[in-house]
């Protein structure tokens, strides 16, 4: 009895580690703005509706406010953890193409970052490597399925 790794299709997979990766980016570059109570009154029509519900401005508000912001702390310290987990060069590679600035690009990683500098070939395996054990530690991988007809 064996455990084999499982064969990800990549480009699906690499399109949803790279989705993850830049909702990282976002939750990290644009702040939470908070929600606010109205305090003017408004006068709307009001059509009939249930009469046996009651709705709290203020609590959901506050609920909101509570539970977005540490949703996204969640979900940033679930990325860095594993980020954090894998090897030096994987990780350089993410964090520093994926994790930071917006315009980055790869040929900027490869070049410029790395020392000494690599090949675009091996840039490509490196990250492939990260990505399927990004995708495998996120548990957002896409396995290949087999055409069976």
Same mark, same amino acid.
């Given at each position: 009895?064996?455990?084999?790794?499982?064969?990800? &299709?990549? $480009? @699906?997979?690499?399109?949803?580690?790279?989705?993850?990766?830049?909702?990282?980016?976002?939750?990290?570059?644009?702040?939470?703005?908070?929600?606010?109570?109205?305090?003017?009154?408004?006068?709307?029509?009001?059509?009939?509706?249930?009469?046996?519900?009651?709705?709290?401005?203020?609590?959901? =508000?506050? =609920?909101?406010? +509570?539970?977005?912001?540490? #949703?996204?702390?969640? %979900?940033?310290?679930? !990325?860095?953890?594993? +980020? #954090?987990?894998?090897?030096?060069?994987? @990780?350089?590679?993410?964090?520093?193409? %994926?994790?930071?600035?917006?315009? +980055?690009? &790869?040929?900027?990683?490869?070049?410029? *970052?790395?020392?000494?500098? !690599?090949? #675009?070939?091996?840039?490509?395996? =490196? @990250?492939?490597?990260?990505? %399927? $054990?990004?995708?495998?530690?996120? &548990?957002?991988? *896409?396995?290949?399925?087999?055409? +069976?007809?």
């Amino acid at each position: 009895m064996g455990f084999e790794l499982p064969e990800l &299709d990549r $480009k @699906r997979t690499q399109a949803a580690v790279e989705a993850a990766l830049e909702k990282y980016r976002i939750f990290k570059t644009i702040t939470f703005e908070e929600r606010e109570a109205s305090t003017t009154a408004g006068y709307n029509e009001r059509f009939h509706g249930p009469t046996n519900t009651t709705s709290d401005q203020t609590a959901s =508000i506050a =609920i909101h406010n +509570v539970d977005v912001p540490a #949703a996204r702390r969640v %979900y940033c310290t679930k !990325i860095e953890r594993a +980020v #954090a987990r894998l090897h030096p060069k994987e @990780r350089l590679l993410i964090e520093e193409r %994926y994790m930071k600035d917006d315009y +980055v690009y &790869d040929w900027t990683v490869y070049q410029q *970052i790395f020392n000494p500098p !690599i090949s #675009a070939g091996t840039y490509t395996k =490196i @990250r492939w490597k990260a990505f %399927y $054990k990004l995708a495998l530690a996120l &548990d957002i991988a *896409i396995e290949k399925t087999s055409a +069976v007809e």
